[in-house]
C-alpha cells in the first residue's frame, strides 16, 4: 500500500508536484500515465525517500520509508535502469545490494535466473545493452521479494518477449496479493497490464479510476463496417442520432448504432459484408483527451495554431 | 525467457526469500562487497605498496651512494631530507593516490547513479557512509601501515650498507613518525571520501583534496609572510607535518600531539560535513 497525502514538491521556482493525493492498493496493477514532465518520476522518488517533499507526506505500508527496517523487502523500485556502477557485474551489483538485507549467492542466482541475465551474470553491467540493464533494474527491485513494487518506465527498452514477459511478472505480482505501480507514458502498454490508473498532468492528478471507467470517460465509440454495398448501407443506417462517415471506399465509422443492429440490417437487405466490428476508444485516445492541456512540451506541430 | 522459466515464475514469480532487517553491520557488508568488486580497488592497494616501498627503497641507495642520480655527483640531495624523509619519500606519492581513491570512492556511486539504488536500499542513508569510510579504512589503512614499517626497515638496511645515517625504531619520534605517516595517507583518503560525497563529483573532488588540501598549504606557507604562519600551521598538511616529521618546508609547526589533533579534528570535520548532506540532500 502506497499513500500519498496533500504531496507537493518544488525545485527552485519550478512546482514538479502540486498537492496530490492518492492510494495504491494491493492486489492490481496500478497504471501512473502522464507525458514528460508531469511529475511521475517525482513522485516515485519521493515515495522512495530520494526526495524529500516540499509539503504532504508519502508513506508506504502506513509509515514513511526511511523509517522502514527491512527497506528492500518492502518496497522494490526501478526508477532509472542505470542506477548502476558500469565497473561492476550484474552478480556483483545483486550481491552488494543482496547484502543489505542479509541475501546472498542463492538468492542472487535465482533473481538472475528468473529476469533472464543468468548468462551475462559475470559481465560488466557497463556493456548490457538498454533491454538488459533494464532486466537487471527488474532484478534489483525484486531481489527482496517486496510487498510493495514500483516501476517507473519498466518496458523501455525491450524488446516485444521482454514486454510480453513484464506485463505477466506484473499481473503476477497483483495478482499475489502485492502492491503494483507502474508509470508509463505509453498509453498502449498500460492499457494491458493496469487494472487502475492514476493520471497526472503538470503535478495534478487528473484522473483517478479503474481502467474501464478511464475508457468511459471518453465518448468516442464507433463501429467499423467493411462492405462493397457501403452506399446502399449507408442510406438503410441513417437516422437521428447517427453519425456515419468515410475515409475509404466501401468502409464506414458509425457512431450512434450498436454493431448487432448493423449486421441485422444488412442481412434483411442481403448486403454482404467484409467486416463489421466495435472500436472502444483507445486508452491512447482518452488519454489524449484528458491531457490536451496539461503537456508540458508539446512538439511544434501542435503550436500551429499559436505560429505567425 | 524460454517456456520452462515461465512456468517455473508463474508459481511463484520471486521465489520465497525473506529478507532480514537491515542493519548497520549488514549496509557495512554491501559496501564492503562494492569494494571488493572493483578491480581498481586490488591494483590501486598493490600500486600503494609498491610506491612506498620501492620509492623509499630507491631514495635510501641514491642516498647511499649505491646508485648515483643521472649527472649527479653520487649522494645528493636525498642525503639533506634525512634517513627517516628518505625512506619514506614514496608516502608523498601514495598520499595523493590514497586521496584520488578517497574522492572516488566518495564521489563514484553519485556520478553512475548508482546512489539511487543504494539509497533505495538503505533509505536512512547515514549507515551508508559509515559503512562507505569504515570499508575504506578497512582495505586502505593495513597496506599502508605495512608498507611504511616495511620500507622503514628495508630502507635503513640500504642505508646502513651504504654506510649513510641511520635511525632505529625505538629512537625518539621515529615510530610515531612512521606511523603518523600512514596516518597522515589515511586520513587524507577520508577527507578525499568526505569531499567527494559532499561534491558528488568524481574530477572535482579530488581537485578539491589534492589542490586545497595537499598542496594549497604547502604553497601558503612558502609564499605567505611568516606573520601568517600561526594560521597555516592549522592546515590540515601542515598539521600533519607536525607528526610525520616531513617538515622540510620550514614554517612554525605544532608539536606532534596538537598536530595529530588538529589533523583528526579535519577529518571528523569533513565527515561531519558528510553526513549532513547526505541526510539532507535529495539523492
Redesign the interface.
Same mark, same amino acid.
Given at each position: 500500500m502506497i499513500e500519498v497525502q496533500d504531496l507537493t514538491k518544488q525545485y527552485g521556482d519550478v512546482t514538479a508536484v502540486d498537492g496530490i493525493t492518492f492510494t495504491v492498493r494491493p492486489g492490481i496493477v496500478t497504471g501512473f500515465l502522464g507525458p514528460n514532465g508531469a511529475g511521475k518520476s517525482t513522485t516515485m522518488?519521493t515515495i522512495?525517500?530520494?526526495?524529500?517533499p516540499t509539503s504532504g507526506t508519502a508513506t508506504v505500508n502506513g509509515r514513511p520509508?526511511?523509517d522502514? %527496517?527491512?527497506?528492500?523487502?518492502e518496497?522494490g !523500485?526501478m526508477?532509472?535502469a542505470?542506477? =548502476?556502477?558500469?565497473? %561492476?557485474?550484474a552478480r556483483?551489483h545483486l550481491? !552488494?545490494?543482496g547484502?543489505?538485507?542479509? =541475501?546472498g549467492r542463492t %538468492?542472487v542466482d535465482?533473481?538472475l535466473?528468473?529476469v533472464?541475465l543468468a548468462d551475462v551474470a559475470k559481465k560488466n553491467a557497463g556493456g548490457f545493452s538498454l533491454g538488459m540493464g533494464q532486466r537487471l533494474g527488474i532484478a534489483?527491485a525484486?531481489?527482496?521479494?517486496?510487498g510493495v513494487v514500483m516501476l517507473d518506465e519498466p518496458v523501455n527498452g525491450l524488446d516485444p518477449?521482454?514486454i510480453l514477459?513484464i506485463r505477466?511478472?506484473l499481473k503476477?505480482?497483483a495478482a499475489?496479493g502485492r502492491t503494483v505501480f507502474v508509470s508509463s507514458h505509453l498509453m498502449s502498454e498500460m492499457e494491458l497490464t493496469a487494472e487502475h490508473l492514476i493520471v497526472i498532468g503538470r503535478g495534478r492528478i487528473l484522473a483517478d479510476v479503474s481502467m474501464e471507467g478511464f475508457i468511459a470517460m471518453s465518448s468516442q465509440h464507433k463501429v467499423i463496417v467493411v462492405s462493397p454495398d457501403a452506399g446502399r448501407l449507408r442510406e438503410l443506417l441513417d437516422g437521428p442520432d447517427v453519425t456515419i462517415t468515410s475515409t475509404e471506399p466501401f468502409r464506414l465509422e458509425i457512431d450512434g448504432i450498436e454493431s448487432p443492429r448493423v449486421g441485422e440490417v444488412a442481412a434483411a437487405n442481403g448486403l454482404v459484408l467484409h467486416q463489421l466490428s466495435d472500436i472502444a476508444p483507445s486508452l491512447e485516445e482518452a488519454f489524449m483527451e484528458l491531457t490536451a492541456d496539461s503537456v508540458t512540451f508539446h512538439g511544434s506541430v501542435s503550436h500551429e495554431g499559436t505560429a505567425a | 525467457m524460454s517456456a520452462t522459466e515461465s512456468t517455473a515464475t508463474a508459481q511463484n514469480p520471486l521465489g520465497s526469500v525473506v529478507g532480514h532487517p537491515t542493519t548497520m553491520l549488514r549496509v557495512l557488508n554491501s559496501e564492503w562487497v562494492k569494494t571488493r568488486t572493483l578491480r581498481s580497488t586490488w591494483i590501486t592497494l598493490a600500486s600503494i605498496l609498491l610506491v612506498i616501498v620501492a620509492l623509499g627503497v630507491i631514495s635510501a641507495m641514491v642516498a647511499s651512494g649505491d646508485i648515483s642520480p643521472q649527472g649527479g655527483p653520487g649522494p645528493g640531495r636525498a642525503r639533506s631530507l634525512g634517513p627517516l624523509a628518505t625512506v619514506l619519500s614514496g608516502a608523498n606519492l601514495a598520499v595523493l593516490i590514497v586521496a584520488v581513491m578517497g574522492s572516488i570512492a566518495g564521489a563514484r556511486e553519485f556520478s553512475t547513479g548508482m546512489i539511487r539504488t543504494t539509497f533505495s536500499a538503505v533509505p536512512k542513508r547515514l549507515p551508508v557512509l559509515w559503512g562507505k569510510l569504515i570499508a575504506f579504512t578497512a582495505v586502505y589503512a593495513p597496506v599502508v601501515v605495512i608498507g611504511v614499517i616495511a620500507v622503514f626497515f628495508l630502507g635503513m638496511r640500504v642505508l646502513d650498507a651504504g654506510g649513510a645515517a641511520t635511525v632505529n625504531w625505538s629512537d625518539d619520534g621515529v615510530a610515531r613518525s612512521v606511523l603518523g605517516t600512514a596516518y597522515y595517507i589515511v586520513g587524507l583518503g577520508l577527507i578525499g571520501l568526505a569531499i567527494g560525497v559532499l561534491l558528488r563529483s568524481t574530477a572535482a573532488s579530488i581537485g578539491v583534496v589534492i589542490g586545497a588540501v595537499i598542496f594549497l598549504p604547502a604553497l601558503a606557507t612558502a609564499l605567505l609572510p611568516s606573520s601568517w604562519d600561526e594560521v597555516l600551521k592549522y592546515l590540515p598538511s601542515n598539521a600533519a607535518n607536525a607528526f610525520t616529521g616531513n617538515g622540510q618546508l620550514g614554517g612554525a609547526l605544532l608539536t606532534p600531539g596538537i598536530g595529530f589533533a588538529v589533523f583528526t579534528a579535519w577529518i571528523v570535520l569533513a565527515i561531519v560535513g558528510a553526513a549532513v548532506v547526505v541526510v539532507r540532500r535529495d539523492a
Open positions: 522518488r522512495l525517500g530520494l526526495d524529500r520509508f526511511r522502514s %527496517r527491512t527497506p528492500l523487502t518496497l !523500485a526508477l532509472e542505470k542506477a =548502476v556502477d558500469k565497473g %561492476r557485474s556483483n550481491l !552488494a545490494v547484502a543489505t538485507i542479509g =541475501v %538468492r535465482e533473481i535466473d528468473m533472464g534489483t525484486l531481489i527482496g521479494n517486496p518477449d521482454g514477459w505477466n511478472l503476477q505480482l499475489e | -
